[in-house]
């Protein structure tokens, strides 16, 4: 990937992040779990969300086929102090976002679904 498509991608996410207060970070991860671009705070690990990004889409993915649920749109994570959410880029990757405990999802997923439309474009 060339370095204007990944300055591209990180400016998205970015932008994303300051439009959408509760998300606290937000990466695009190939479906092989390398990362592609992000917007993640120094004290979290890049590989470590990459991995744990594509296992997830890839569970998600055949968890939705097995089960009859047609293709996967999105894995919704919700733990203690927030959420995990991933939205599929195109068929090659997906957008992981780290959101607030008291996040708006309904506006967290609008403005995903923007940015991975967005990104689709660079994958």
């Not at 890049?46 to 296992?55: I, P």
């Not at 968890?63 to 599929?88: P, S």
């Amino acid at each position: 990937m060339t370095m204007n498509r990944t300055h591209e991608m990180v400016s998205r996410l970015k932008s994303l992040q300051a439009s959408t207060p509760d998300i606290e970070a937000s990466a695009v991860v190939s479906v092989d779990g390398l990362i592609m671009a992000s917007a993640l705070p120094n004290d979290v690990e890049e590989d470590r969300v990459s991995a744990m990004s594509a296992a997830m889409l890839s569970l998600g993915e055949r968890i939705a086929i097995e089960l009859g649920r047609g293709t996967l749109d999105q894995v919704f994570i919700r733990g203690e102090h927030g959420y995990v959410l991933l939205m599929a880029v195109g068929t090659e990757a997906v957008l992981t976002a780290l959101a607030r405990k008291e996040a708006k999802l309904g506006l967290v997923f609008l403005d995903m679904r923007r940015t991975a439309a967005e990104l689709a474009r660079f994958v």
